[in-house]
C-alpha cells in the first residue's frame, strides 16, 4: 500500500499546525455548508434516471465490435443468481454498441453516495469531458437500498451494460462515500476486478466509519460501521485482485470517523491513499483541485501520481 499525494496540482505548504485547524476548520465548514446548499438546489436534476446516448443499429452482417466483453467468465457476470435477465441485458447492449477505435480511454462510472443521486457529479463530469473522457455514465441507486450487496449487483449489471454498448472491456469507476463501498464489493468480493481497471474512492468508508450514530437503525448505515459483517468481509484475502485503487481521504472530513478509516488498507490490493486537506467530505466530488486529481489517477499507472507529503486543496 502506498501513501501518495497529488502535490502538482495543489497549493504546497506544511502540515497542518494546531495554531491554524481552527480557522481551516471554520473555512471548510463554511465552504460545506455552501457545497450542501448549492446541491439541494440541483439535486431535484439527477432523481431521474440518467438517459442512455442513442446509438445505431449495427448493419446487418457485421459484428457488434464487443468482443469477449460478454460477462460470461467467473465472477459476477457468471453468478446464476443474476439470471436470464442479466444475459437480456448485456445482449440488448451489444446491439446498439459503439465502436471504440481511436478512444483509448474507458468509460468512467460515476456512482454517487447515501440518500444523493447522479447530481452530486456535475462538475466532475464536467471537467471530465471537457479534458476528452468521451463516455460517462452515472448509475442512480434507490435511497431505499438496505444491503451493499445488492446495490453492487445492480453496479455489476450496469457495467455489463456500458462495456457492451461502448465495445470497451474496462471501466474506470468513482465513487463517492457510499458509493466507493459499493463499488469496492463490487470489485473485490463479485468478480467486478475483470471489468474495473480503476477504482477511485472520495471519502469512502472503507474501514468502517463511527460517524451518525443515530442513524444505526438503517441497515445499509449498519453495514458501514467498523466491526460490521461487511466491512470484515472486505478485509478477507483477495489474492489476483487486477483493479488499483485510488482513495482520497480528508483530514477535515465530519463523516467518515476516525478519518483514516477512508484509506484502503489491504495487503493483496494495489491501492494509493491520497491525503486531502482543507476541505470536508461534501466538498470532494466537487472541488476543481480534486476533479484535477482525479484525471491524474485516471491517467496514470500509479507510479508517477505524486511524492510524499500533504495536498491542500484550500
Not at 26 to 39: D, K, Q, S, W, Y
Not at 199 to 209: R, S
Not at 253 to 264: F, K, N, Q, S
Request: charged fraction near 20%; aromatic fraction near 4%; charge should be positive.
Amino acid at each position: 500500500m502506498k501513501v501518495l499525494s497529488f502535490l502538482p496540482l495543489l497549493l504546497r505548504g506544511p502540515l497542518l499546525r494546531p495554531a491554524r485547524l481552527s480557522s481551516t476548520l471554520i473555512r471548510a465548514t463554511a465552504l460545506e455548508l455552501v457545497i450542501l446548499a448549492g446541491h439541494v438546489l440541483i439535486y431535484p436534476s439527477g432523481i431521474a434516471p440518467e438517459r442512455r446516448p442513442s446509438t445505431p443499429r449495427p448493419v446487418p452482417g457485421t459484428g457488434t465490435g464487443v468482443g469477449s466483453g460478454t460477462g460470461k467468465d467467473t465472477g459476477a457476470g457468471s453468478n446464476p443468481e443474476h439470471g436470464a435477465g442479466h444475459d437480456e441485458i448485456t445482449r440488448a447492449a451489444e446491439a446498439t454498441a459503439l465502436p471504440t477505435t481511436g478512444d483509448a480511454r474507458p468509460p468512467v462510472v460515476l456512482l454517487h453516495g447515501l440518500i444523493d443521486n447522479r447530481s452530486v457529479f456535475v462538475l466532475l463530469r464536467r471537467s471530465l469531458a471537457r479534458h476528452g473522457w468521451r463516455h460517462l455514465a452515472s448509475l442512480n441507486y434507490s435511497p431505499l437500498t438496505c444491503d451493499i450487496r445488492t446495490a453492487a449487483e445492480l453496479l455489476d449489471r450496469h457495467v455489463e451494460e456500458i462495456c457492451a454498448r461502448t465495445g470497451h472491456h474496462e471501466v474506470d469507476i468513482v465513487g463517492h462515500s457510499l458509493g466507493g463501498l459499493i463499488a469496492r464489493y463490487y470489485v473485490q468480493r463479485l468478480g467486478g476486478d475483470r471489468r474495473v481497471r480503476t477504482l477511485v474512492t472520495l471519502g469512502t468508508p472503507h474501514g468502517g466509519t463511527s460517524a451518525v450514530p443515530l442513524a444505526g437503525a438503517h441497515p445499509i448505515v449498519r453495514q458501514m460501521r467498523s466491526g460490521s459483517e461487511l466491512i470484515e468481509e472486505l478485509r478477507r484475502p483477495a489474492p489476483g485482485c487486477r483493479t488499483r485503487f485510488v482513495s482520497f481521504w480528508s483530514e477535515l472530513d465530519r463523516v467518515i470517523l476516525p478519518v483514516e478509516t477512508a484509506c484502503v488498507d489491504h495487503p493483496d490490493l494495489d491501492a494509493v491513499n491520497v491525503r486531502v486537506t482543507g476541505i470536508g467530505h461534501l466538498a470532494l466530488p466537487v472541488h476543481p483541485a480534486v476533479a484535477s486529481a482525479i484525471r491524474q489517477a485516471l491517467e496514470s499507472d500509479g507510479s508517477d501520481v505524486g511524492t510524499r507529503g500533504a495536498a491542500h486543496v484550500a
